[in-house]
DNA sequence: ACATTAAGTGATT
DNA sequence: AATCACTTAATGT
């Protein structure tokens, strides 16, 4: 494994990786790139994997047996899914959805090394850690959007949010995407859009909202 | 030029 | 906020 991906693992993880580690990681994971649209690991399935993610963004969302989804909260550089460390105890399957919104560098770990670097590394148990804090508090926020909140509010939160992970003013998508992740219909997202393009909060074009109102 | 897909809108529940 | 039914606009072939 090339020096780009230790320095990304160096670089965008909140607990400074020590360099053994950094080693580890770089000799038993393995680089993947995920396009566009691609599903990382789905509802259903086993996973026996943590992905590290070095580039992009993931959308991870739940789903009800309907096919009801909702998207729960984004995924960055530095980010790891933290529901796959449950798995490392006992093998369940996913009870989520993760895929890329954008083209994405993730370095995926066997769960086999995770209790072992989860004693023998104080920056990967901080991390695991934290990580589980962070996802806890998103769940959290996103309890609270859904209870709370009203779809215009909603929606503004969405596109906030969704620009903020891709670190761009500009999300190439269509109302119909957004509603689905919202489950609620394309007609209400689009009049709402409206509604904030007329408050000057964002600019329509097709398949393309820019977010003034960050 | 035509078909397809995305987006806008009034009326109704 | 959801649904229907329809229109208009943008884009692909």
């Known amino acids: 494994m090339d020096n780009?991906?230790?320095?990304?693992?160096?670089?965008?993880?909140?607990?400074?990786?020590?360099?053994?580690?950094?080693?580890?990681?770089?000799?038993?994971?393995?680089?993947r790139l995920i396009k566009a649209g691609e599903i990382l690991m789905d509802i259903n399935h086993h996973?026996?994997?943590?992905?590290?993610?070095?580039?992009?963004?993931?959308k991870v969302?739940?789903?009800?047996?309907?096919?009801?989804?909702?998207?729960?909260?984004?995924l960055e550089r530095g980010d790891t899914c933290a529901s796959t460390f449950i798995n490392f105890v006992n093998t369940e399957k996913s009870k989520i959805r993760v895929i890329a919104e954008i083209d994405c560098e993730v370095v995926l770990?066997?769960?086999?090394?995770?209790?072992?670097?989860?004693?023998?590394?104080?920056?990967?148990r901080s991390y695991v850690i934290e990580s589980y804090n962070i996802r806890i508090k998103e769940m959290i926020e996103a309890i609270d959007t859904l209870a709370f909140m009203q779809?215009?509010?909603?929606?503004?939160?969405?596109?906030?949010?969704?620009?903020?992970?891709?670190?761009?003013?500009?999300?190439?998508?269509?109302?119909?995407?957004?509603?689905?992740?919202?489950?609620?219909?394309?007609?209400?997202?689009?009049r709402l859009l409206k509604?904030?393009?007329?408050e000057g909060r964002i600019i329509l074009n097709r398949n393309r909202i820019e977010v003034i109102d960050l």
């Open 4 to 31: 780009i991906i230790k320095e990304k693992l160096k670089g965008f993880f909140t607990f400074q990786f020590e360099d053994e580690l950094i080693n580890e990681i770089a000799n038993t994971g393995e680089v």
């Open 47 to 58: 996973v026996n994997f943590v992905p590290f993610l070095l580039q992009g963004v993931f």
């Open 61 to 74: 969302l739940s789903e009800d047996k309907n096919g009801n989804e909702i998207v729960m909260y984004f």
């Open 195 to 198: 509604q904030l393009e007329n």
């Open 109 to 124: 770990v066997s769960l086999d090394h995770f209790d072992n670097w989860m004693v023998k590394y104080k920056s990967f």
């Open 151 to 190: 779809m215009d509010q909603r929606l503004l939160k969405y596109l906030r949010d969704r620009a903020q992970v891709l670190r761009e003013t500009s999300i190439s998508t269509t109302h119909q995407e957004i509603a689905y992740d919202l489950n609620t219909s394309r007609v209400v997202v689009s």
